[in-house]
């Protein structure tokens, strides 16, 4: 998620849509807000049946190597997606974990003058300038998840809301604390890649959100997105910290490691929360004796998504539900809370990890 957030936007189909800036999602970080019933609008734009078959169109897709679930599924549902429409031949390149290699996939899609492309980033700094050379050559870029910092690199941007992955774990957190009536917790943070700005963008949101329960993370370390060092950093932790009062954890791949030190340390003393929405976590939420009692959802939907919106940029048309004609610029998704008492609904949109 980029870090220049915008304020304007609305809400469709339980995303946040912008028209110029990008927008943070105003659904689902707080558990305690009962959803609003929708508002009349205006009628939509003369853009409708956007699934009925168009002018034939490719669309090139470039994404990082499938090494955890999270980036499987986003894989998965490119290409499914891609599959549904007739008039979509979807093309996509080895994915990688180099960065040249992903920049020489990029540059063949653009050589062989693809109509649209969907690129998820290993880095959206390093692969700024190729895809600013696909947009220059007229080849629409759908920027998935890890955004491009020139604007003029993509025609639009969508992907979770990283900040408000970290303002619903907050205020999970924070409200179980408070209804314990605990009043100095210990509070621990395992995060993915420090470095990155979706991390950074986590943590804040996870920050801000507990200080208005007059809360702070009291330690943070990062587990880069593995099991294993999800294992290595939350018995770290554990051993650091004699009694825990609540810990969120980023990402439920990493998760299984840190869940399966916790179970190898006997600690059951506080309330975990994941992040993203894996099959996985979903599971262990359900039983009631596990210590993982939330996950807040960061979904890989988003690829079907980012398919769907290449298509109709490539076709000239707008979306169906919004009265103005062009694809908005930007779609940030509501980060939702999943608890024992809702995840049956939310277990078939898990990915695994």
Request: hydrophobic share 40%; charged share 20%; aromatic share 6%.
């Amino acid at each position: 998620m980029s870090e220049n957030v915008g304020r304007r936007g609305f809400l469709l189909g339980g995303a946040v849509v912008g028209t110029g800036a990008l927008v943070t999602a105003c659904t689902g970080n707080d558990p305690q807000t009962a959803p609003q019933a929708a508002a009349s609008s205006p009628a939509p734009a003369a853009t409708e049946g956007n699934d009925v078959p168009g002018e034939k169109v490719v669309i090139g897709f470039s994404a990082p190597a499938a090494d955890h679930g999270w980036i499987a599924a986003i894989a998965k549902n490119a290409e499914a997606t891609a599959k549904r429409f007739g008039d979509v031949e979807f093309r996509p390149v080895q994915p990688t974990n180099d960065i040249n290699q992903q920049i020489s996939a990029v540059e063949s899609l653009i050589a062989a003058k693809v109509n649209a492309l969907v690129i998820l980033p290993n880095d959206g700094q390093q692969l700024n300038q190729i895809a600013r050379r696909a947009s220059d050559a007229g080849i629409p870029v759908v920027n998935l998840d890890r955004v491009f910092p020139d604007k003029l690199s993509y025609r639009t941007w969508i992907g979770g809301d990283n900040y408000g992955m970290g303002v619903a774990a907050g205020h999970y957190i924070g409200a179980a604390l408070k209804e314990k009536n605990v009043a100095d917790p210990v509070i621990v943070e395992i995060q993915g890649i420090a470095t990155l700005p979706l991390t950074q963008d986590r943590s804040k949101g996870f920050a801000d959100a507990l200080k208005t329960y007059g809360f702070r993370v009291t330690a943070r370390q990062d587990a880069q997105f593995t099991v294993e060092t999800g294992t290595s950093v939350a018995s770290n932790l554990l051993q650091a910290h004699k009694k825990i009062d609540a810990l969120w954890n980023h990402d439920d791949d990493q998760g299984v490691g840190v869940l399966a030190a916790i179970n190898e340390a006997g600690r059951n003393e506080f309330v975990m929360v994941g992040g993203a929405g894996s099959a996985n976590a979903m599971r262990e939420i359900r039983k009631p004796d596990s210590v993982l009692k939330a996950t807040v959802t960061y979904s890989p939907s988003m690829a079907s998504s980012a398919v769907k919106l290449a298509r109709l940029i490539a076709q000239g048309k707008g979306m169906s539900d919004l009265v103005e004609n062009q694809v908005p610029q930007s779609i940030t998704l509501a980060s939702e809370t999943i608890t024992r008492e809702n995840v049956e609904r939310y277990l078939p949109l898990g990915f695994e990890s």
